[in-house]
Nanobody, 115 residues
């Protein structure tokens, strides 16, 4: 059973930066898409950024120009560099890997941005 483990969350002041990491417990073949989602209290989970197997990124409008998604293929890892953080970025952040019919999620890491 593959597990995804996020790290790098924490408390930061507005304008600060954090780098999230997501590591798979073992190699996953044919990963089509790796993504970061977030969920704030009382809100639906939303897509923050994704990256295809070919390295093409996609960002939510709310984070464009501030967040950067990247990945390593060996080992299977995913990163999210978050700059110029705002209080509205406060949420639990989840990583997700999709490979064929498999859909893996991490357990989430808390990001809190104070004003």
């Amino acid at each position: 059973q593959v597990q995804l483990v996020e790290s790098g969350g924490g408390l930061v002041q507005a304008g600060g930066s954090l780098r999230l990491s997501c590591a798979a417990s073992r190699s996953i073949f044919s990963i089509a898409t790796r993504s970061w989602y977030r969920q704030a209290p009382g809100q639906q989970r939303e897509l923050v950024a994704s990256i295809t197997s070919g390295g093409v990124p996609n960002y939510a409008d709310s984070v464009k120009g501030r967040f950067t998604i990247s990945r390593d293929n060996a080992p299977n890892t995913l990163y999210l560099q978050m700059n110029s953080l705002k209080p509205e970025d406060t949420a639990v952040y989840y990583c997700r890997f999709r490979a064929g019919s498999y859909d893996y999620w991490g357990q989430g890491t808390q990001v809190t941005v104070s004003s």
